[in-house]
Nanobody
Framework: QPQLVESGGGLVQAGGSLRLSCAAS????????IGWFRQAPGKEREGVLC????????NYADSAKGRFTVSRDNAKNTVYLQMNRLEPEDTAVYYC?????????????????WGQGTQVTVSS
């Protein structure tokens, strides 16, 4: 059955970088829009960025612009979230999610399939 698995989280100092992976099985990831979300302790889950079907367009939260980048590796059926210049405020569990065939992807929880999340902790 279709499944998403996040990996690549960990502990990093402020100003450092991490690359998160979202690996799909049971379906072709490039056929669907992919969103990245995060949930910090005591806060609601929020959208970070997303990439539309076949990578036609992207959508970034203000907090991610200039620091985070999303990309696809279709050969590996994986989407990546490159996070640079991390701040303690970026500490959260990060989730990837697959949607449907969207020309413009939303930063809302309208996605059909979600991964289990990976923890990112940024120390000051």
């Amino acid at each position: 059955q279709p499944q998403l698995v996040e990996s690549g989280g960990g502990l990093v100092q402020a100003g450092g970088s991490l690359r998160l992976s979202c690996a799909a099985s049971g379906f072709t990831l490039d056929d669907y829009a992919i969103g990245w979300f995060r949930q910090a302790p005591g806060k609601e889950r929020e959208g970070v960025l997303c990439i539309s079907t076949s990578g036609g367009s992207t959508n970034y939260a203000d907090s991610a612009k200039g620091r985070f980048t999303v990309s696809r590796d279709n050969a590996k059926n994986t989407v990546y979230l490159q996070m640079n210049r991390l701040e303690p405020e970026d500490t959260a569990v990060y989730y990837c999610a697959s949607g449907t065939v969207w020309n413009q992807c939303p930063l809302t929880e309208k996605y059909a399939l979600w991964g289990q999340g990976t923890q990112v902790t940024v120390s000051s």
